[in-house]
């Protein structure tokens, strides 16, 4: 063990020793490559290949070098000079360094010319950029000109239109909220082409509208501000404006405010006014803004029918086009598609009781049943009162909408079941044209239950 370790000891010896020997070998190899050209412009003619056999020689040594036994079968050249040449080479090496050592010194001129390369690049260069720096600023000049010029001419149109637009405004604002802000005024000021708002708060002093209003005084403030410039621009040409979801903000006491205002201030103006809430559309409705027959209310949509809204007559037109084409299904699509939105609004105005669902989706047999329910409780109370009045013309009345009501929901609950099988997939239903029409003329039967007959 002690003679292996021993061994091995002297093993890694050697490869160190070869690996360093190996380092060598190459350096010199590299040089003799470098050399090799200048030997054959200015040297012996025998001299490049003399150097490129010394260099094979060199490197079949460095190949053997790579292993223990190979450089053991090396030992003699390694004791000796490995890098033995022979005296011709070493001659024509002398000669070649003769040579080079009496030509003339061209490192300083080299220096030179590349210096003046340099310079010359770097000085290309800059007059580019002294040329490109003239150009820009010519052009920002031109810019800046034509910017100031600008936001003058604009200030000057704005301060203009805003002066003649403040009192407007700020009486606009006014009239909303006159229960906290009557005494309320407003300054608008252009500045490079954009508006600053200051609005007095309660006396204190002018502020942006963001320091102190709350979103709901914001939003105010935004509809009086379209309004008193639309009705600046356009005068009396401002006829048609809609109003998409403006007031949704604001609290419901300066709604209604602002439906006085509306009323007041723009009578020939007619006002398409959207909204989700309903409390906005009852107060649009009381105040006399709007009529109830100017009222649309939609119950949902889809990308490929569109709202779900559709009025009387277009109803039924629309379904006799699509039976007198044997369409029933499009028929039945139809009339069960506006049947939940009539349901939805006979059961607002008869005050039905459906069951609440907080997403609002209520199916059609809710809608139906409580309709139904709810129009047979306004007839018996009717009735009461009738009798405890002794009026007999009113008797009569109420017998003849009671017959009615029996005659209509009797043709329309036995036709019912048609709508459902042909709106949903069901293999065996299938009908005609004349058998889908006394389903129809079941539900216009039952819907004339809600409709003045004058």
């Known amino acids: 063990m002690a003679r292996s370790d021993a061994a091995a000891e002297l093993q890694g010896r050697i490869q160190a020793a070869a690996r360093s020997t190996v380092q060598e070998l190459r350096i010199v190899r590299e040089l003799i490559r470098t050399v090799r050209p200048h030997a054959a412009s200015l040297g ?197 404006a809609v109003l998409d979801d403006v007031m949704m903000s604001v609290d419901s006491s300066h709604r209604r405010q602002f439906c006085k205002l509306l009323k007041e ?54 379904i006799d086009a699509d039976l007198s084409k044997d369409d029933v299904y499009g028929a039945a699509h139809k009339l069960r598609r506006n049947l939940e939105a009539i349901m939805a609004d006979l059961a607002t105005s008869l005050r039905g009781r459906v069951t609440f669902r907080p997403d609002a989706r209520y199916e059609l047999s809710e809608l139906l049943a409580a309709v139904k329910g709810r129009h047979n409780d306004w007839l018996k109370k009717a009735a009461n009162v009738a009798n405890l009045w002794n009026n007999e013309t009113t008797k009569q009345q109420i017998e003849r909408l009671k017959e009615a009501r029996s005659e209509a929901l009797l043709a329309q609950e036995g036709e019912n079941w048609a709508i459902n099988a042909l709106v949903h997939y069901n293999e065996w239903a299938t009908m005609t044209k004349a058998d889908f029409v006394p389903v129809v003329d079941a539900c216009k039967q039952l819907l004339a239950l809600f409709s003045c007959a004058d």
């Not at 009529?291 to 109803?315: C, I, M, Y």
């Open 265 to 318: 201030c723009f009578p020939d103006v007619q006002f398409i006014i959207t909204t989700h809430d309903e409390i906005w559309a009852k107060q649009m409705e009381s105040t006399g803004l709007v009529s109830k027959t100017a009222q649309a209310r939609f119950h949902g949509w889809t990308v490929n029918d569109g709202p779900a809204f559709e009025q009387s007559n277009d109803l039924w037109d629309r």
């Open 44 to 240: 012996a003619a025998e001299l490049p290949h003399r150097l490129q056999i010394w260099s094979d020689d060199l490197g079949a040594f460095e190949a053997k070098l790579g292993t223990v036994e190979g450089a053991a079968d090396q030992a003699d050249r390694l004791a000796g000079d490995p890098l033995a040449l022979s005296t011709e080479i070493l001659i024509e090496l002398d000669e070649l360094l003769a040579t080079l050592e009496a030509k003339p010194d061209q490192s300083a001129t080299a220096e030179a010319s590349g210096f003046l390369t340099i310079a010359q690049e770097r000085w290309t260069r800059v007059r580019l950029a002294r040329a490109d720096h003239k150009k820009a600023a010519a052009a920002q000049t031109t810019a800046s000109t034509v910017y100031h010029t600008y936001c003058k001419t604009v200030d000057a149109a704005l301060t203009t239109l805003y002066q003649t637009v403040e009192d407007k405004f700020s009486h606009y604002y006014c009239e909303i909220n006159a229960d906290d802000e009557s005494a309320f005024k407003a300054e608008l000021e252009p500045s490079a082409g954009k508006l600053d708002l200051s609005v007095d708060f309660y006396g204190i002093g002018m502020f942006p509208p963001m320091a102190y209003h709350s979103e709901g005084h914001q939003d105010g403030m935004g509809i009086c501000l379209y309004l008193a410039l639309v009705k600046q621009l356009l005068g009396d040409d401002f006829r048609f």
